[in-house]
């Protein structure tokens, strides 16, 4: 036993030896890899640390350090090393300091989708051996090293989404605006702009000729397309898409066996070369978003292969290419925005793949042939602005997938066909300016997901059939210009999503319905060029989302309602009716003994109807049923439109917006909220500034995890807000888009609001100057009506509690948005409103500070503080005790105003900020009783505006 463990330590010291020995020898043999370990490790050196390169260490206890087992090194045989592969992996810094000399065997070098700025060293042109070279997505500049011609045994080379000669942009722009790389359209107006500047392809990537993917997009090169990519014959992807190339297409292109070419996105002119359909193996054929003419090639399907190909946004005339009819592979087709002709039964045929075709405003005549009712995978067809006649066919309803059809601005004519609900899926159907007469087919109720229908500008008669009610997604519905009668259905109380209401210029009759005023959502109202009579719903003066209204050119007569939009509209909206009175210039004054009428309370019935079928339908029981009794129509709204995934997978992830990926975007958007995107800071909660790529911005208030105790105050806290602004809706409110409420994440997404907080505005000097007085007086006003909202159209009314300068932001026009209902309160008739001090110090009513009784006057002294700190560009801080103190005396305006502004110049202004210096004034009695409502402050202010 003894012997034979002692022999077995022999062997293995033996063993030990030999590695030790081959080690050794090989290191010896090849001097290379350390010089190769040296050249990383200084490369290392220079970028900050990461814990990437954590496995990049000399070995101590050797001389040879061998980096072959370091993260993404690969080495041959020898231990050279072959590979440098660390794409995806978050790498910061530059290439300064990475010597490409010293890799002489490096076949593969890919650092693609990393932080890499700075330029591409020239040295990377002695990497003579290298095949595939990836450094895309990194933030690259400068541009393309000649030397890269050397690299001859290149198969792959890629640079797309870098900022290649990117110095151009901060020449172009030195004002520091950079270009949108996303804005198809802005692009194009920048381009109009463009005077050439440099920054080309080299001639010399015609040397790399075994090139099989050339992909240099998204980056900023100008200049000609150099023809002597046409010696690259093995190359079959190009992509130059996203750049501002310009001049022609080099013919010599059509010389090779390219399957994807795109060039969208930049000047290119000229016309096309017909040798393009040469390439017999094409799959992808992007020239949108140019300055092309002449016709298309003709031939662009010969290869029967092609699959997408986008043409849209140039100049190009002639004949929709003849090889197009017959390629079944098409799954993707634009050609909008040219002047192409042809007939579209005769130049078109069956696609079975088709899922996209957008032809829209050509020069296309014919008929829509009834083949289209055969391309079973159209989700989109959108035709506008051509010339197409004749009527619908019947088999366009078998496209069960089909969701935008648009054949807006055509000739088209006939009636709509009955069975237009076949097309469940569709979210828009625009058939707006035809020929189209008959009625409003009633089988329009089966398109249950619509969100948009225009059928304005027609020639329909007829009712508007009840069925409507049914689309009870929609948000945008136009029958404006038609021959429409009958009243206006009551089942449009039901498109509880609906924000844009036209049916002006129709000849609809009876009353406008009270109901109306249950639209929450609706902004844009226009009823005018009818023959409604009756007198104006009191209930349309508590719609608050409205922005605009048009009642003018019926017969209308009475009192208008009381509301901000009757209050701020022009008197053009209510003009040529009956006999309409109100306080707004062009109508007479009310007669005090002529009664409102109408007006019921549909809207209370509503809600309640729809809050307890969703309380029997969901058991939530995780949430305070009181919370969720609050959610309403949003709620029900976007648990079905999120039924294919999230709602099974995660009951309480609700979003305002389509899209069930949105939460796994947020996190990951944001790093899973790293700190480095946190822009402020709560008592429970951190707020963050995340950008999805090719959304919006958005703020996310993210609750601190629920591990770090106080649990239960911030969930109310989070639960309270998500009540109060799932309820309410505002335009000087701030939005609330969507919420989580998971265990491990619980967030509030918001409308992100770039210009911060009025309190930071007022702080710096140069925010203080950008709010000139006409812009505080507009700030003072829309906190002013949310207020108004919360406290007089809410039921029960809401309290927000912490009114302060930090709690209202300003959108990029400097509006006010009142924000942060982190404490806010609803006032419940039935119960005491007793509550523990809560709010900013500085703004709170003195009232709080010996009772607990929360009142909506509580807002009204916090306004009144935050009036006068507008007017001050400071916090009034002893300017309230003294007035406490010494009722009666009153302060000079012109001593209160913020002196790094002018004074008011122009006298309307002067006046408002003299009102609203007393407004605030009586806001800030001592007693809760004696400050005015904000129904009366909203009423000063307005009046004011009303008399200059
Ligand atoms: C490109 O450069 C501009 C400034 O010239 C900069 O604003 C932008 O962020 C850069 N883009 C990338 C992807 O690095
Ligand atoms: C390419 O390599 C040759 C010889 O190795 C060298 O002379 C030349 O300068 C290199 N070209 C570039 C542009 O680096
Ligand atoms: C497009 O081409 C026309 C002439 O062919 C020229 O007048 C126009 O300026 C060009 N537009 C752009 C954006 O280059
Ligand atoms: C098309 O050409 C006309 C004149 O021929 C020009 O005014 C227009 O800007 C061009 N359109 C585009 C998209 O370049
Ligand atoms: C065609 O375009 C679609 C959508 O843009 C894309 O997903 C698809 O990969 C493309 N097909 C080919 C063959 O490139």
Request: proline fraction near 5%; aromatic fraction near 8%; include cysteine.
């Amino acid at each position: 036993m003894a012997s034979q463990g002692k022999q077995s330590k022999h062997v293995s010291l033996a063993l030990l030896v030999a590695c030790w020995f081959v080690l050794l020898s090989s290191c010896k043999a090849n001097p290379i890899s350390n010089t190769e370990a040296e050249a990383l490790l200084k490369w290392k050196q220079s970028l900050p640390d990461q814990p990437i390169l954590k496995s990049w260490v000399a070995h101590t206890n050797s001389s040879a350090s061998s980096p072959c087992k370091w993260r993404g090194i690969t080495c041959n045989n020898e231990g050279s090393i072959t590979e440098i592969n660390l794409a995806y992996a978050g790498l910061r810094g530059n290439l300064q300091n990475l010597d490409f000399s010293s890799f002489p065997n490096l076949l593969h070098l890919d650092l693609r989708e990393n932080k890499l700025t700075g330029p591409i060293p020239t040295n990377i042109g002695t990497l003579s051996k290298l095949q595939y070279l990836d450094l895309s997505v990194n933030s690259l500049n400068g541009s393309l090293p000649l030397s890269l011609a050397n690299l001859t045994q290149l198969f792959d080379l890629g640079v797309s989404r870098n900022n290649i000669t990117g110095e151009l942009d901060r020449r172009l722009f030195p004002d520091g605006t950079s270009l949108s790389k996303t804005g198809f359209l802005s692009l194009k107006n920048f381009a109009l702009q463009y005077t050439e500047l440099g920054g080309r392809i080299p001639e010399e990537i015609g040397n790399l000729k075994y090139l099989v993917q050339l992909l240099l997009d998204a980056n900023y090169f100008c200049g000609p397309i150099p023809p002597s990519i046409g010696n690259l014959s093995d190359l079959t992807t190009l992509s130059l898409g996203l750049n501002e190339l310009s001049g022609k297409i080099p013919v010599s292109i059509g010389t090779l066996k390219l399957t994807d070419l795109s060039l969208l996105i930049n000047r290119l002119s000229g016309s096309v070369p017909e040798e393009i359909g040469n390439l017999s193996s094409l799959v992808n054929l992007q020239l949108a978003l140019n300055n092309f003419t002449g016709q298309l090639p003709q031939q662009v399907c010969q290869g029967g292969k092609l699959v997408n190909f986008t043409a849209s946004f140039n100049n190009f005339t002639g004949p929709i290419p003849v090889s197009l009819k017959n390629c079944r592979t098409l799954y993707r087709v634009r050609l909008e925005h040219n002047q192409l002709t042809g007939y579209i039964d005769q130049d078109f045929g069956v696609y079975p793949n088709l899922t996209y075709i957008e032809l829209s405003y050509n020069r296309l005549r014919g008929k829509l042939s009834p083949n289209w009712g055969q391309c079973q995978n159209l989700t989109a067809l959108k035709l506008a602005g051509n010339m197409i006649s004749g009527q619908i066919p019947k088999e366009i309803v078998q496209l069960s997938k089909m969701g935008f059809l648009d054949l807006s601005s055509n000739q088209l004519s006939g009636e709509i066909p009955a069975k237009i609900g076949k097309l469940s899926k569709l979210l828009k159907l625009i058939l707006k300016d035809n020929k189209f007469s008959g009625e409003v087919p009633a089988g329009i109720g089966g398109l249950s997901n619509l969100e948009t229908l225009d059928l304005s500008i027609n020639m329909l008669g007829g009712p508007i059939p009840d069925q409507i009610g049914d689309c009870w997604k929609l948000q945008s519905l136009s029958l404006s210009k038609n021959y429409l009668n009958g009243t206006i259905p009551y089942q449009i109380a039901n498109l509880r999503a609906l924000q844009d209401l036209d049916l002006s210029f129709n000849s609809l009759m009876g009353g406008i319905p009270s109901w109306l005023g249950s639209l929450l959502d609706l902004e844009y109202l226009n009823l005018s060029n009818n023959n409604l009579n009756d007198s104006v719903p009191t209930s349309l003066g508590s719609m608050v989302s409205l922005i605009s209204i048009n009642l003018s050119n019926n017969n209308l007569e009475g009192p208008l309602p009381e509301g901000k939009i009757f209050w701020s509209a022009t008197p053009e909206a209510f003009s040529n009716n009956k006999d309409l009175c109100g306080e707004i210039q062009g109508l007479r004054p009310c007669n005090a003994s002529v009664k409102k009428k109408g007006g019921g309370n549909m809207k209370g019935k509503l809600v309640i109807i729809i809050v307890a079928s969703f309380v029997g339908a969901l058991s939530l029981s995780i949430m305070s049923v009181g919370i969720f009794l609050f959610l309403e129509k949003k709620l029900s709204r976007n648990m079905l439109k999120d039924e294919g995934t999230s709602k099974t997978e995660n009951p309480f992830l609700i979003w305002y917006f389509d899209g069930n990926t949105m939460f796994e975007e947020i996190v990951e958007a944001s790093e899973n909220f790293d700190d480095k995107y946190c822009i402020g800071v709560g008592g429970t909660a951190k707020v963050y500034k995340v950008e999805i790529p090719g959304a919006q911005v958005f703020a996310v208030k993210k609750l601190r995890s629920m591990a770090e105790g106080t649990e239960t105050e911030n969930i109310k806290c989070f639960t309270n807000e998500v009540a109060a602004l799932t309820k309410i809706r505002h335009r000087n409110i701030v939005k609330l888009l969507g919420f989580c409420f998971q265990e491990v994440h619980s967030f509030l997404v918001y409308e992100f609001m770039e210009r911060g907080s009025l309190a930071d505005m007022l702080c710096s000097k140069e925010g203080a100057k950008e709010l000139d007085w006409a812009t505080r007086v507009g700030v003072v006003k829309g906190v002013a009506y949310a207020l108004f909202y919360m406290h007089h159209d809410c039921v029960p009314p809401i309290i927000h509690r912490d009114i302060s300068s930090k709690n209202i932001l300003l959108s990029p026009n400097l509006e006010a948005y009142v924000s942060d209902f982190g404490i806010a309160k609803f006032l419940k008739p039935d119960s005491s409103n007793w509550t523990t001090i809560a709010g900013t110090y500085g703004y709170l009513a003195p009232e709080l500070t010996y009772t607990m009784a929360v009142t909506e006057k509580c807002d009204v002294y916090s306004f009144g503080v935050l009036v006068l700190e507008v007017l001050m560009g400071k916090h009034p801080g002893e300017l309230i005790t003294n007035l406490h103190s010494s009722i009666g005396t009153s302060v000079p305006l012109k001593d209160v105003l913020d002196d790094r502004l002018p004074p008011p110049r122009n006298q309307k202004i002067a006046d408002e900020l003299a009102l609203m210096q007393n407004l605030s004034l009586s806001c800030l009695c001592t007693n809760p009783q004696s400050r005015p409502t904000m129904r009366n402050v909203c009423r000063q202010l307005e009046i004011q505006v009303a008399n200059n």
